[in-house]
C-alpha cells in the first residue's frame, strides 16, 4: 500500500510539473504584450518599399506611409509610443523571430505558409494583390505570357511560387522593391511584380521616368488580406491588436488614414468600415 501510495504521488508530482511546465510556456509565449506595457514601446517592423506604404521623405526624411501611420494609431490605442525598425523583405521574418520587433506591418499579405510559422491579426487592415510592371511594347498581356520568362519580384514575396509553378516564369529575386524596378529598367526582366497599390503610384508621381512602361496584365495577381504579424502563440498581443484593427475600421480612422496618403483603390476599406461600424446583431 505504502508503494501504491508513493507512486500516485510520484505521478501527481509529475502531472503537477507538467502543467506547470505548459502554464510557463504559455505565460512566455503571451509576454509579448506584457513588455509592451511595461516598457512603454511598441516595436514595429515596417518596409519602405515606397507609397503609399512606407517611405522616405524627399525633404523632410521622415518615415512616412500608410503603413507608418497604422503603426502610430495601434500604439496610441494600446497607450504606449511607437517605436519603427525597417525590415527588408530577406529579413522581416527574422527580425519577428528574433524579438527585434513585436509586430510586422510590413506589406505581407496572408498565405498558409506565412500562417505556419508565424501568427497574425485575424481582422486585416487592407487587401492587396501583386501588378506586373513591364513595357508597354513588351507583349505581355497575361500572367500566362510569363512562361519561361524572366520576371522580378522581391525576396520572400509571396508572388513567387505562383508565378513559378501556376505560370512557369523564372522568377528572379530581388533585395528590395526599388532595386527590382532597377532591373525592370536594365532589362534584366520583362515584368516586375509587386503590390498593386506601389505600382500605381509609382506611375502616377513619376509619369516621365516610367512613360514606357504600364500594368501590362489587367487582373492582379493572387489578391490576399494584408494583415498584421506576430510570432507564434501570442494570443494576448494579437487579441489586443485585433480590437484595435477593428476600431480603426469601425471609425472611419483606417479609411482616412488610407486617403490621406493616397492609396489607389479604397474599396476594401470602406467596405470594412461599414462592416465594423454596424451595430451587432441580438
Partial sequence: MARTSSLKSCLGMLALASLGMVASRTAQADATLDRIKGRQKFTVGIILSGAPFGYIDPQSRAEKGFNIDLAKALAEKLGVKVELV???PPNRVQFLQQGKVDVL???MQFTEDRAKIMDHV???YDRAGGAALGRKDSG???WADLKGKPVCISQGS???QPLADTYGAEVKGIPSQPESMLALQGGNCVVAVHVA?????LLADRPNEWKDYAIVIPTELEPADSVIWLRKGERDTGAALDAAVR???ASGAMLEMAKANRLVDP???EEARRKYAAPAKP
Avoid at 497599390?197 to 503610384?201: A, R
Fill in 158 to 160: 509571396n508572388y513567387a
Fill in 247 to 249: 476600431d480603426l475600421h
Fill in 105 to 107: 506591418i510590413a506589406n
Fill in 140 to 142: 505581355i498581356k497575361d
Fill in 86 to 88: 525597417t525590415v527588408t
Fill in 197 to 201: 497599390p506601389t505600382i500605381k503610384l
Fill in 267 to 269: 474599396t476594401f476599406l
Fill in 122 to 124: 485575424q481582422t486585416p
